[in-house]
C-alpha cells in the first residue's frame, strides 16, 4: 500500500517538472517510481530508501548534464530584437534621396535606412547595422563579393 504514496509523489514530481525545466524532479520521480516498484514487491524500508537514492542519484550525475545540453544548447545563439535584423535581406519601399535616406521593409515592418549605394523600389538589399531606428543597407552583390 505504501507504494501508492510513492506513485503520487513521483506524478507531483513529474508536474513540476513541467513547471522547472531543469531535469531534477524529473530525476527523483523516477527514483520515486523505483522506489514505488520495490515496495510493490514487498521489500522494506531500507530497499526502498536504497533504490530511490541508486536510481535518482545515477540520473542525477549520468542523465541530467546531458538532457540539458541536449534542451539548452542552441537558445544561447539565438539573436532576438533588433540583432537579428543584422545580415538580413530586406525589400526597398522607397529609393533612398540626395542624402541616401529611405525606406526598407522587412516582416511586414516598414523602417528608415541609410543606403550605402543607390536602390530602386522592389530591390532587395542586406542589413548591415542598426543604430536606433536606422537600418544602415548595403547592396547584396557587394556583400557577396567580400
Known amino acids: 500500500m505504501v507504494y501508492y504514496i510513492y506513485l503520487i509523489l513521483a506524478v507531483l514530481c513529474f508536474i513540476g517538472e513541467l513547471f522547472s525545466m531543469d531535469f531534477s524532479l524529473a530525476c527523483f520521480g523516477v527514483g520515486l517510481l523505483g522506489a514505488a516498484g520495490v515496495s510493490a514487491l514487498g521489500l522494506g524500508l531500507g530497499w526502498q530508501v536504497l533504490v530511490f537514492i541508486a536510481v535518482a542519484g545515477a540520473l542525477f550525475v549520468g542523465i541530467r548534464p546531458l538532457a ?23 525589400t526597398v519601399l522607397t529609393a533612398p534621396d540626395g542624402e541616401n535616406i529611405g525606406r526598407v521593409q522587412t516582416d511586414g515592418d516598414n523602417w528608415r535606412a541609410q543606403f550605402a549605394a543607390p536602390a530602386v523600389a522592389g530591390e532587395e538589399v542586406q542589413v548591415e547595422k542598426v543604430d536606433g531606428n536606422t537600418l544602415f543597407v548595403v547592396p547584396i552583390q557587394t556583400q557577396e563579393e567580400k
Not at 539548452?72 to 538580413?88: E, S, T, W
Open 68 to 90: 540539458l545540453k541536449h534542451l539548452y544548447h542552441a537558445n544561447k545563439h539565438v539573436k532576438m530584437n533588433v540583432d537579428a535584423l543584422i545580415g538580413r535581406r530586406v
